[in-house]
């Protein structure tokens, strides 16, 4: 799921390019697909923690270790391979950023959110990143703002806002703190794109990741072992069907959708790819609504203001009034 949010920053300009190019009835299947990859990664944390009734299997730092470990391992042929094209001593610092912001951190802060709210709010707030990396690259990166990024920055925070304030009354069991673990997630995920747009911009998504992964590897095996995960399996009876779900969530959800979003860019463009962005929040609600999950119409609305501020920011490109 990691790996969409590098469209998020290519300021797409989606109405114009769908207008003028025709997309083969395969790719957007394929788009669905992504989409639905992805969207699901929400509800796959939860049944990665809970048994069907609802008892505990996994903690969430178990289920978290497990999807980057499965994921790190899926990948490591390609990190072997990548690690011979990058230039990894002059891009450490940015790679390290790119491991720990854009894949384990979250990783983590996705599961204990959970833990406390429902995963179609989970996927709502998920949206917010790319509003964080409108705001990064201003303050940090001194890129000019344009009046379309402002006004749809202001929208988009707006949604925040409300998301966050209706979000409580429905979703949330825990406390504040699980809300507050989505939004610091989606700021890790925002300041691991703005590294990779502006440092590492010359490498191939796809050996990003890899190398994010290898990096990855030693602490989440560490992880693994000082968490005392194998003796869930002894000690649980559902734990191999939560497994199944932690399974799914690392190989299905990271390895397999990146190959599958890479192949859509290589005979698409990135502009065409980028509209995952707007489904995936979408798919996370209704498959979290078929689960029973209580979601409210001003949840709705809020979320799709989120969506409609990120879609005015990326809209067009207009005249630059910041510096």
Known sequence: MENYFLLTICKPQLYAYFCSVKISGKYWILLLILSLIWGSSF????KGMYASSGEMIFNSNQVATMRILLSSLVLLPFGIRA????????????????ALCGNLFPAFLFTY??????SGFTGMLNSITPI????????FFKIRMTYSQILGSIIGSLGVISLLYFGKSVSLDGDWEHIFAVVLATLCYAISLSVI?????SY?????????FLLLLPPSLTIFMTEHTWSVFESKENAWNSFIAISILGIIGTAFALFLFNNIIKNTSALFASSVTYFIPIVAVFIGFFFG??????????????LLGVFVANSKRDKKVFD
């Open 293 to 306: 999950e209580r979601i409210s119409a001003y949840q709705i609305i809020s979320m799709l203001m989120v």
């Open 83 to 98: 690690f011979k094209r990058v230039c990894l001593k002059k891009h450490f610092v940015p790679f390290i950023v790119v």
């Open 43 to 46: 509800i796959l944390m939860k």
């Open 197 to 201: 747009r502006y440092k590492l911009s």
């Open 132 to 139: 964080f990396v409108i705001f990064i690259g201003f303050g």
């Open 204 to 212: 191939k998504s796809i050996d990003i990741a890899a190398i994010a």
């Open 113 to 118: 959110a959970e833990t406390g709210i429902s």
